[in-house]
């Protein structure tokens, strides 16, 4: 496992956009794929993006498909969640998880998680 720290977190206007941030301590992030995910008061936690541990590949779900991108710099060990368009239903608390190779949407398979940043979208 390893340990990972969400920052970028805020509170911004319908239509804004915000930069999250995942850093690791004490092991290499890019040894991992990495997921976003997301939960709102009262729902599931919800896939978000993914990326390959390469960074050759990502994945999103319909719902943030084109106003979402996932990258990484394996150079500063940082994988950065760039959100635009952002709207009221992307509040939440956003996590960042690790996993040796899958970089989907199912979140048991992520090994290592984060604490979590706080996301709100007002309208």
């Known amino acids: 496992q390893v340990q990972l720290v969400e920052s970028g977190g805020g509170l911004v206007q319908a239509g804004g956009s915000l930069r999250l941030s995942c850093a690791a301590a004490?092991?290499?992030?890019?040894?991992?794929?990495v997921g976003w995910f997301r939960q709102a008061p009262g729902k599931e936690r919800e896939f978000v993006a993914a990326?390959?541990?390469?960074?050759?590949?990502?994945n999103y779900p319909d719902s943030v498909k084109g106003r979402f991108t996932i990258s990484r710099d394996n150079a500063k060990d940082t994988v950065m969640l760039q959100m635009n368009s952002l709207k009221p239903e992307d509040t939440g608390v956003y996590y960042c998880?690790?996993?040796?190779?899958?970089?989907?949407?199912?979140?048991?398979?992520?090994?290592?998680w984060g604490q979590g940043t706080q996301v709100t979208v007002s309208s």
């Open positions: 998880a690790a996993a040796r190779r899958y970089y989907g949407g199912n979140k048991a398979l992520y090994d290592s």
């Open positions: 004490g092991r290499a992030l890019s040894a991992y794929a």
């Open positions: 990326i390959s541990f390469g960074g050759a590949s990502t």
